[in-house]
């Protein structure tokens, strides 16, 4: 079987770091899976040694990808102008809807209208996407299926494999908070400077790293904030590390008895808490959907009460100052992971949808010929 998944963005953010686990997944189960973006924001490197990837705008040459390859199922992320693309292709097999978007306006134009394509079905990464999906639409069907980890790449490190040299190199007795993620409106950094004001005025112990955002909306506004503030001795930024290198940035988060810390004000999954548990560091966020869908407070890590700096500080020492309890942590929220989002667990539904729906379209159309 082959697939074509279509999505606007190529990024370095969790849609195609999901993708990327998938497709390295399915592979084994015989769907190969190719990828067709418009705008590179970083993310080539996360998909090019696993899948091909085709980088276009070009209506003309859209259509020929679509008609040249003979894909059994196209699968469309939030990609209203893909319906367009597929009539214009004369696509005649399965169409998968994922619908990933978690602010409802951004949402609607990629799912209010299929543009004469009927889906056969809408993908959703959460129960709570699912209820915000269902807002939009009512003749189609809605299946939750969570993003996966791959649990053999994104692991709890001994410490003789981890990579120490590379950046971001570990200080001495500094416990770490990492903060991973793109610079925009939705993750709110903003937040992130105000806890780092309050930690700064309160305690040396605790160096914050902020991984990602070199292509983000909202990096020059972050970089004059941070310089503004003074906080460029506790936040250290690093715009942008392998994707590779992320298991030994989440290790080393994990020697120094850091966490992670999330800001963001929605999301429609999250996978660095996924990444970030199972390679057994606990997470710090908001007490939301879908973050409670994912972070058992208390137990794999601790949420904080709406956008409050103040508690979410308070959470994050309740974390990195009790080492009993932080181990306990740790390995609960690799169990965690292992359990209910490894990608063998989570990727084997889509597998099975991707076969029923396939054979169900391979059947219709030998049923057309039959006397």
């Avoid at 999901?18 to 190719?34: A, L, M, P, Q």
């Avoid at 407070?297 to 009993?324: C, F, K, S």
Wanted: aromatic share 8%; charged share 25%; proline share 5%.
């Amino acid at each position: 079987m082959k697939v074509l998944v279509i999505w606007r963005l190529l990024t370095v953010g969790g849609v195609n770091a999901g993708w990327r686990n998938r497709s390295v997944y399915f592979k084994k189960h015989g769907i190969d899976t190719e990828f067709l973006y418009t705008t590179d924001h970083g993310g080539l490197h996360i998909m090019q040694d696993i899948a091909p990837v085709y980088l276009t705008k070009d209506e003309k040459e859209i259509k020929k990808i679509i008609q040249d390859h003979a894909y059994d199922a196209v699968i469309i992320v939030d990609t209203g102008a893909a319906y367009k693309w597929l009539r214009k292709a004369n696509f005649q097999g399965p169409v998968i809807v994922e619908a990933r978007t978690p602010e409802l306006i951004k949402l609607t134009p990629h799912v209010k209208s299929f543009k004469g394509i009927q889906p056969e079905l809408m993908i959703v990464p959460s129960q709570y996407q699912q209820r915000l999906v269902s807002i939009l639409t009512n003749n189609v069907p809605i299946e939750v299926i969570y993003n996966g980890v791959d649990t053999t790449f994104f692991r709890a490190l001994p410490t003789n494999e981890i990579d120490f040299n590379s950046a971001p190199v570990l200080p001495k007795d500094k416990k770490i908070i990492g903060w991973i993620g793109r610079l925009d409106k939705r993750k709110n950094w903003p937040m992130l400077i105000e806890v780092a004001k309050k930690i700064k005025s309160e305690r040396e112990d605790i160096e914050i790293w902020v991984i990602g955002g070199a292509q983000s909306v909202q990096r020059e506004e972050f970089a004059a904030a941070w310089r503004e503030e003074k906080l460029t001795d506790i936040i250290k930024w690093f715009p942008v590390i392998p994707y590779q290198q992320m298991p030994h940035v989440y290790a080393k988060i994990r020697q120094s008895g850091g966490c992670t810390l999330a800001t963001t004000k929605s999301e429609s999954f999250g996978n660095t808490f996924i990444e970030s548990m199972t390679c057994g560091v606990p997470v710090v966020a908001s007490r939301m959907m879908p973050v409670t869908e994912l972070v058992v407070d208390g137990e794999t890590g601790l949420l904080y009460r709406g956008q409050n700096v103040d508690d979410a500080v308070n959470q994050i020492y309740g974390i990195i100052d009790h080492p009993d309890r932080y181990q306990q942590m740790s390995q609960a929220a690799i169990n965690r992971v292992q359990q209910n989002f490894s990608i063998q667990i989570v990727a084997d539904a889509y597998v099975d949808l991707l076969k029923k729906i396939v054979q169900k379209d391979v059947e219709a159309d030998g049923e057309v010929g039959l006397p």
